[in-house]
T-cell receptor, first 115, second 115 residues
């Protein structure tokens, strides 16, 4: 069964600093990978996804993530944090081989941005 | 695109009562998902519909839970004989046709509190 591990339930950065949120997956085949963001009392919004092709994926709000098969990782980065980036971030995986449609989510990382 | 709509936003009920939530997906999205999210955790998959057919159910979906999607449009999730452990955010998501790389569009959720 596939699974997702997000290292660090809370990450705090200063405004303007680099954001790095870690995600490692466990899957028997290269999966499809997603990052979602959740603001308080709202649903999840897609930031970016990796399916096939280029391993560096750019998303909305200046975020990007790199798929590294050798490390089974899909870490999310942003060069310069903004106060509006404060939210909870979830990494998710789906299995392209089984045809199972549901996503498996990690437990999330709460990002705090200090002024 | 008016987004995924969920009602009610909040529901407080006493243990043992039945509750029903409604989800209106994005029109023309034939796939609809229900997830449950508890505090500090990522969403957990409950069930999935393609049009009116319920194609997958999680082990989390005990016999007290039932979901329907009549005519392949809106969906309802009913919990019978609620327990305090049912307190959570219930999220609905929809997606258009396509493979497991199709991103999910989430509603803002229904927060259930069982007292």
């Amino acid at each position: 069964a596939q699974s997702v591990t997000q290292l660090g339930s809370h990450v705090s950065v200063s405004e303007g600093a680099l954001v790095l949120l870690r995600c490692n997956y466990s899957s028997s085949v290269p999966p499809y990978l997603f990052w979602y963001v959740q603001y308080p009392n709202q649903g999840l919004q897609l930031l970016l996804k990796y399916t096939t092709g280029a391993t560096l994926v750019k998303g909305i709000n200046g975020f990007e993530a790199e798929f590294k098969k050798s490390e089974t990782s899909f870490h999310l980065t942003k060069p310069s944090a903004h106060m509006s980036d404060a939210a909870e971030y979830f990494c998710a995986v789906s299995d392209p081989d089984t045809g199972r449609r549901a996503l498996t989510f990690g437990s999330g990382t709460r990002l705090q941005v200090q002024p | 695109d008016t987004g995924v709509s969920q009602n009610p936003r909040h529901k407080i009920t006493k243990r043992g009562q039945n509750v029903t939530f409604r989800c209106d997906p994005i029109s023309e999205h034939n796939r609809l998902y229900w997830y449950r999210q508890t505090l500090g955790q990522g969403p957990e998959f409950l069930t999935y519909f393609q049009n009116e057919a319920q194609l997958e159910k999680s082990r989390l979906l005990s016999d007290r839970f039932s979901a329907e999607r009549p005519k392949g449009s809106f969906s309802t999730l009913e919990i019978q004989r609620t327990e305090q452990g049912d307190s959570a955010m219930y999220l609905c998501a929809s997606s258009p046709g396509g493979g497991p790389n199709s991103p999910l569009h989430f509603g803002n959720g229904t927060r259930l509190t069982v007292t």
